[in-house]
């Protein structure tokens, strides 16, 4: 089945500093979501892109849809505290119901 | 909109127990979903259904697992009997075909341990 790695799996940083996480699939995609999860929450939806070269930005993220349709990246620029959580990628074929999940970023961050 | 309720938020239950988790999608929503959330496996899909029809029960462990949606704005998630390995955190999302490209919105989820 449909696979998606996603790196890295934790990261810590100094506030302030920018942040790029990535994700790859072993299939091609039509739609590629980021997620924000915060604890005792459930997964919030950050950004969607549905074309290949797609680059789309939310504040002080930006994500990219990979040309080869193969992988998806999410940059947060200048980190605050509240950027803490686990990011979450997740794909999509074309037509398809279900969206596949990455094993997500555990982002800490050092006030 | 309230967005998507499921209760209880967190339940404590004695192996051999059966456990009931339950959630209302979002109003207007035809497609519900039951994720299973743990370190070792992340997020996993147990079950789908759309317009209360269960399309994809690929992911349900094993037949200690069931789910139902009786209506539109109702569904159950419930282990009979349940064992510790089903400590985990269970959510549920909803999404509407018309805004499928949108992804799903999650529920704030049920954290359920078994002791």
């Known amino acids: 089945g449909q696979q998606l790695n996603q790196s890295p799996q934790s990261m810590f940083i100094q506030e302030g500093e920018d942040v790029s996480m990535n994700c790859t699939s072993s299939?091609?995609?039509?739609?590629w979501l980021w997620y924000k999860q915060e604890p005792g929450e459930g997964p919030v939806l950050l950004i969607a892109?549905?074309?290949?070269?797609e680059l789309t930005s939310n504040g002080r993220l930006t994500a990219q849809f990979g040309i080869t349709r193969k992988d998806s990246f999410l940059n947060i620029s200048a980190s605050i505290p509240s950027d803490v959580g686990i990011y979450f990628c997740?794909?999509?074929?074309?037509?398809?119901?279900?969206?596949?999940f990455g094993q997500g970023t555990r982002l800490t961050i050092n006030p | 909109d309230a967005g998507v309720i499921q209760s209880p938020r967190h339940e404590v239950t004695e192996m051999g127990q059966e456990v009931t988790l339950r959630c209302k999608p979002i109003?207007?929503?035809?497609?519900l979903f039951w994720y299973r959330q743990t370190m070792m496996r992340g997020l996993e899909l147990l079950i789908y259904?759309?317009?209360?029809?269960?399309?994809?029960d690929s992911g349900m462990p094993e037949d200690r697992f069931s789910a139902k949606m009786p209506n539109a704005s109702f569904s159950t998630l419930k282990i009979q009997p349940s064992e510790p390995r089903d400590s985990a955190v269970y959510f549920c999302?909803?999404?509407?075909?018309?805004?499928?490209?949108?992804?799903?919105?999650f529920g704030s989820g049920t954290r359920l341990t078994v002791v």
């Open positions: 259904f759309n317009n209360n029809v269960p399309i994809d």
């Open positions: 997740a794909g999509r074929d074309q037509g398809a119901q279900k969206l596949v």
């Open positions: 299939s091609i995609f039509n739609t």
């Open positions: 892109l549905y074309k290949a070269g």
């Open positions: 109003s207007g929503h035809d497609y």
């Open positions: 999302a909803s999404s509407s075909n018309l805004d499928f490209r949108y992804g799903y919105t």
